[in-house]
């Protein structure tokens, strides 16, 4: 079973930053793509990044030139950093990861971070 803890979410005036973390643990032999999405209230959830284990990335382009993903793989752990903010980025991120356990491979989620925007 593979576990994820996210970290960063909070409230920043529009044009702020704000950077999430996604930690993975657990019994793992490895993670292939490692990306982030976010829901608004009464909307679906989206892609917002995703970063291969080779370090390609691609994003909605919605955020493109404001945010970037990245991974540590050493940590399991992939980030978000989130620059120019507006109300609109305002949602909850998830992290979603593939990993490959012991027995198979599998899709988890983390638990969200609210991220507020305020205008």
């Known amino acids: 079973q593979v576990q994820l803890v996210e970290s960063g979410g909070g409230l920043v005036q529009a044009g702020g930053s704000l950077k999430l973390s996604c930690a993975a643990s657990?019994?793992?032999?490895?993670?292939?793509?490692m990306g982030w999405y976010r829901q608004a209230p009464g909307k679906q959830r989206e892609l917002v990044a995703t970063i291969t284990s080779g370090g390609s990335t691609d994003y909605a382009a919605s955020v493109k030139g404001r945010f970037t993903i990245s991974r540590d793989n050493a940590k399991n752990t992939v980030y978000l950093q989130m620059n120019t903010l507006k109300p609109e980025d305002t949602a909850v991120y998830y992290c979603k990861v593939g990993a490959r356990s012991l027995f198979n491979r599998s899709d988890y989620w983390g638990q969200g971070t609210q991220v507020t925007v305020s205008s």
């Open positions: 657990g019994i793992i032999v490895s993670i292939d793509v």
